[in-house]
């Protein structure tokens, strides 16, 4: 008796460990007065995963974490496009972290913050996410002070899956 439950304990254990972590993207659109904050938070596939880290693992040594960050970063902004007033707009500032989530766990997770400005004016940003292996989500913040009104959601409301979000500046 003592001998199954151990054996039992034991294959149970293995499979709590090896368990399936599904992939994930969540896009935050934090609507400001003068532009917009995009956190993309990515967490891929396992597929994915295993390809970025062996495409990090052919740089050099010293440039294996810059490389895998990039790498994640470029993966975790690939199916976003955004545009002001239909044309695709330049971010000014692109920011990336890696950390494992959760903490000492191993699985990296990317952190990517896009910051764009939007002109003076009535202007049309549009932050849309296209299909990916990974499930999505995107919900949008309003701190433009009322400047911004977003469709097809208000703030605080999830999109989920592929989807596109219009943040309509006033003057």
């Known amino acids: ?3 199954a439950l151990v054996l039992a304990l034991v294959l149970a254990a293995g499979a709590a460990a090896a368990h399936y ?3 994930e993207r969540v896009v935050v659109v934090q609507a400001e007065r003068d532009g917009a ?3 993309v938070t990515y967490r891929p596939v396992e ?3 295993d390809a970025m880290v062996t495409a990090a ?3 050099p040594a010293d440039e294996r974490p810059a490389r895998l960050k990039a790498l994640y970063a470029a993966r975790a902004l690939a199916p976003l ?3 002001l007033d239909g044309k695709p707009v330049r971010a000014d500032t692109v920011e990336a972290k890696l950390t494992d989530d959760p903490p000492r766990s191993r699985r990296l997770v990317a952190a990517v913050l896009v910051s764009v ?4 004016g009535a202007h049309d940003l549009a932050v849309e996410v296209g299909e ?8 949008w913040i309003d701190r433009s002070d009322g400047r911004a009104a977003g469709a097809p959601a208000g703030p605080g409301a999830w999109l989920r899956g592929k989807a596109r979000l219009e943040l309509a500046y006033k003057p």
């Open 1 to 3: 008796m003592t001998r």
């Open 21 to 23: 972590v599904p992939g």
């Open 37 to 39: 904050a995009v956190l």
């Open 47 to 49: 597929r994915a995963r």
């Open 57 to 59: 693992m052919a740089a």
């Open 81 to 83: 496009r955004l545009t």
């Open 117 to 120: 400005k939007v002109p003076a």
């Open 132 to 139: 990916t292996e990974e499930p999505a989500v995107t919900e």
